[in-house]
């Protein structure tokens, strides 16, 4: 069993979750929005979201890409494994992810969708790795920002590992 350094309580996600879906409950009222969850990472970050957000008219997608694999360092190279169920023509959508670093992924996924026509994208994570960009991409709903590090839990993995547990933390190692 791996040894863990917290960086992100349980309870400090919980909070920033709650601040997150009240800035989108204003900025989307009177507005139907569909949050596409980016599998398998950002799982747990969006059903504590939803479950947070108190507009009535929110629709929930799920797609999946890849640029990791099984590393700790993205290729690069985006897939889409599982792209969305239904036409989002002239939808506002909010791409939820788990974390944002290189800014290739989100930057895929912004151009994606707008070629799809939809009416307006916006981009949600729970982690900003913004020292790692190598495109500059907006992340509009923030919860926070962390140094370089690879980083675990609360859906985040390491080659499938310890997306359960409640908080964020390191490996700490040997």
């Not at 398998?40 to 797609?63: C, P, Q, S």
């Not at 290729?75 to 002239?90: A, C, E, F, M, N």
């Not at 895929?108 to 070629?115: D, E, G, Q, T, V």
Request: aromatic content about 8%; glycine content about 6%; proline content about 1%.
């Amino acid at each position: 069993m791996a040894d863990f350094k917290v960086l992100i309580s349980q309870e400090e996600i919980e909070t920033r979750i709650k601040e997150i879906a009240n800035q989108i409950d204003q900025d989307y009222q009177g507005k139907k929005v569909t949050l596409i969850c980016i599998l398998k990472g950002a799982f747990i970050f969006l059903t504590d979201l939803v479950r947070n957000i108190n507009k009535n008219d929110i629709i929930i997608e799920f797609m999946a890409v890849s640029s990791y694999g099984n590393e700790k360092r993205s290729s690069g190279k985006i897939k889409i494994i599982k792209d969305v169920d239904r036409d989002l023509t002239d939808e506002h959508i909010i791409i939820v992810e788990d974390i944002v670093d290189t800014g290739l992924t989100i930057d895929f996924l912004i151009k994606y969708f707008n070629n799809k026509g939809v009416a307006s994208v916006k981009t949600c994570s729970l982690l900003d790795k913004a020292v790692c960009r190598k495109i500059d991409v907006p992340v509009d709903y923030s919860g926070f920002t962390i140094e370089d590090r690879f980083v675990i839990g609360y859906g985040l993995d390491l080659a499938q590992e310890y997306r359960n547990l409640p908080y964020v933390a390191e490996i700490k190692e040997d």
